[in-house]
């Protein structure tokens, strides 16, 4: 008994000092924050005439000058973060003018100083505001830490400070290898990083889509949705055969987009991929080519495995003129319930509703043409949620 009480009494002490413990955090972190608070409005009080000075003359010729009063370590801090804000909203030579007057202030010294230091997140802190000023004196240390950092997370916030840093392209084409060697199912995050870069990195993608490795291949492929790359259809049509299906689908998403330069034949041969899902982006796209010579192959795709490439073929065949619709009304016309007859009097329906001037085979079936329907927009929503994604 008294064993018990012994360890009850341990247990209430342990909890109280965890609570306790817990309290003192709070009111830390509570005080840092009323602190920095107040540093700010007095920062932006005193340096008020700076700041106005500053934005006034940014279109200017001239550089920019720091204050006539040094600012102290805390005050740089908050100067910074002001700079900071700055630059991230503004381009060109109000962009570059800010950058030249964070390096005559000493920013990016003290930030380099910082990157050098034993605790992780003061390395990371000093990467994020040496990316904010675009420093590249900056991108090797911030290289060797993205190396060192676990991947994740951390990782991407040195990646995102480097690309905005890095003056040449082998710079990015280097934090893009390291991301990737560090977590390979990161190329959608790696390529939106990309992005930040003002540097021509096509080179370097068209290199990496050439390339027989999946991530360097998946990178690229996620970049190209943002940055085409010229005279890449070939390649991209080599790549709806791959071994992995997601490189397959993401090169047929590049190949039937609107405004590809696929020709008709290659979206026809896609018609009869072995993947449903390229399938029906490829008889999507057809809707979209105004070539008579494409009604054949739509025709024979309406009576494919899958539903939604029957009845995207047959959305297709609407839009390819009289011939289109002439063998959109003769599969309506043919069997009772086929799928390719149901795919046909449900476009027809879709089309012409009730209008007898679309032909009695419009409204043969007409109740499982609306079932069709109703599940062929459920699928169009889904098709447009991916594409966004």
């Known amino acids: 008994m008294y064993s018990n009480l012994q360890i009850a009494h341990y247990y209430i002490v342990a909890v109280t000092a965890l609570i306790a413990a817990g309290l003192a955090v709070l009111f830390t972190l509570k005080y840092s924050n009323i602190r920095k608070r107040k540093l700010a409005e007095q920062v932006s009080a005193k340096y008020e005439d700076w700041f106005t000075y500053l934005l006034a003359n940014l279109d200017g010729d001239g550089k920019l000058h720091p204050p006539p009063e040094p600012p102290s370590a805390a005050e740089s801090g908050v100067l910074l973060d002001r700079l900071l804000f700055w630059i991230d909203r503004l381009k060109g030579k109000q962009q570059a003018k800010l950058i030249s007057l964070c390096e005559e202030m000493g920013f990016v010294d003290r930030q380099l100083a910082r990157i050098e230091s034993p ?12 990316g904010g000023m675009r420093a590249h004196r ?70 990496f889509l050439a390339s027989e490795d999946e991530g360097k291949i998946l990178l690229a492929l996620a970049a190209m949705k943002q940055r085409t790359i010229e005279g890449s259809a070939d390649r991209l049509y080599e790549l709806t055969v791959f071994k992995r299906k997601e490189v397959r689908l993401q ?35 057809l809707g979209r080519v105004d070539a008579s010579g494409t009604v054949a192959a739509l025709r024979v795709a309406l009576n494919d495995e899958e539903w939604h490439v029957r009845y995207h073929s047959a959305k297709s065949l609407a839009r390819q003129g009289e011939a289109g619709l002439a063998a959109l009304r003769l599969a309506a016309a043919e069997g009772e319930d086929g799928p390719a007859a149901e795919a046909a009097r449900a476009v027809l329906h879709e089309r012409f ?24 927009a459920f699928f169009e929503r889904k098709t447009e949620l991916a594409n966004e994604n």
Do not use: C, N
């Open 119 to 130: 605790f992780e997140w003061v390395r990371l802190d000093a990467a994020y505001r040496l």
């Open 251 to 285: 090169a047929a998403k590049l190949l039937t987009q609107p405004g590809s330069d696929v020709s008709p034949e290659r979206l026809e041969a896609l018609l009869f991929h072995r993947d449903g899902e390229v399938r029906a982006m490829a008889a999507e796209a």
């Open 138 to 207: 900056g991108v090797p240390a911030m290289l060797k830490l993205l190396e060192a950092v676990k991947p994740g997370p951390l990782s991407f916030i040195v990646a995102r400070a480097i690309a905005k840093s890095a003056a040449r392209p082998g710079e990015l084409r280097e934090m893009a290898l390291k991301l990737l060697a560090g977590k390979p199912d990161s190329y959608e995050l790696a390529a939106d990083i990309l992005q930040e870069s003002e540097l021509d990195y096509a080179p370097m993608l068209a290199e």
């Open 353 to 376: 509703g009730g209008d007898p001037s679309a032909g009695e085979e419009a409204e043969k079936g007409s109740e499982s043409a609306k079932r069709f329907a109703a599940s062929a």
